[in-house]
């Protein structure tokens, strides 16, 4: 709640013009590790990414079509969501699989935000990696994710509220170059990882090859990556890679999942259906509630409305993208009663905890996951149903 008055008032700070940041020029500096969403050049939509050329090059062939060639089965594709402090709920959830005998060896993993910082461990996928896990979301508090700037420097200028020196910090201490030849290891098995960001300067999503990064030894940019995907604009600076300036992946698209590029629809799967596993770390609908007619109040759920709808969508797009393939879809997001308080950033243990027992617990139940997204009035009900019908 104060985060959110907070940044009123910085908008309308810098609104009457209190601060002039220097000009900046355009970067014309082209990604080598970064694509589109579907797989297609950021500084050329209309041509597939180099990055992607051999997955691409048959008609009918895409990425999930070429992994499955080189793995041999149907792949298990893992997609973590944005969401805060609620990334408790995924890590929760990831370790409670394990430990219910049934979560697979992930094929591709794909992160944004909060889910991005979870997305590295999550591929690696041992129960020392899982144990990172629960380190990273039930053992931090705010001061290990931020700190506050003065009033004077946001007075004289300054490109976000809060300092994110302690995650930087965070993120080199669980992302280290041991971490990074094991991501590299799991490349070479075909086994491919990658973290969604918003570019503010080209408004588009661009969506890295951490697995491509990590072949490269940069570990720097790895990690900046990591800290750009989860960087909650205003809230938090942005983060400059090769002139470009980049905020929270959820910005933009709070879900990513690669291997439905491609410029044509792709054949029918090799090895039969594969899995597209989406764990949302948020509610996906909130229950009705009179508000208090305050501004903070109202910044607050109407900054939180838009972001479920973000997800909404997401899941949505997700989904027909996934029939399409011809995988199975599944989907598990947090529960209603689970106490998560009303601000992703609070980074509150309390709540963090209840979150991680929350997913850990559900991840044992037989039945966790659903099968198609709720129907919430935004997309007609015939064409939910025509999808389920036709594959």
Known sequence: MQQTKLLLITIVLLAVGCAAPPERELSDKEPVFATLPNGFDPFDPSRPSPIYAEATATPGDNLTRHLERKRGHALNILSLSGGGQNGAFGAGFLIGWREAGTRPEFDIVGGVSTGALLATHALLGTPEDDAKLEEMYTRITSDDVYKNRGLTRILTGTDALKDTAPLRELIARYVTPETLARVAAAYDDDRLLVVGTTNVDFAQTWVWNMSLIAKAGDIELYRDVLLASAS?????????????????????????????????????????????????????????????????????????????????????????????????????????????????LAFDPVQMRSAFDAGRALAKQPSPWSNSPEDVGDVPSWALRAIQESF
Do not use: C, W
């Open 232 to 344: 909650f604009p205003i809230v938090f600076p942005p983060v400059e890679i090769d002139g470009h300036l980049f905020v929270d992946g959820a910005a933009r698209s709070n879900v990513v999942v690669v291997g439905m590029g491609g410029t044509n629809r792709p054949d029918p799967p090799l090895h039969g259906p594969g899995n597209v596993y989406l764990i949302s770390n948020g509610r996906l609908t909130h229950p009705p509630e009179a508000l208090r007619r305050a501004l903070g109040k109202i910044a607050a759920t109407t900054v939180g409305v838009m972001m479920d709808q973000s997800m909404q969508t997401a899941v949505t797009r997700t989904y027909f993208g996934t029939k399409l393939l011809g995988y199975n879809f599944n989907l598990v997001a947090i529960p209603q009663d689970v106490d998560i308080g009303n601000d992703p």
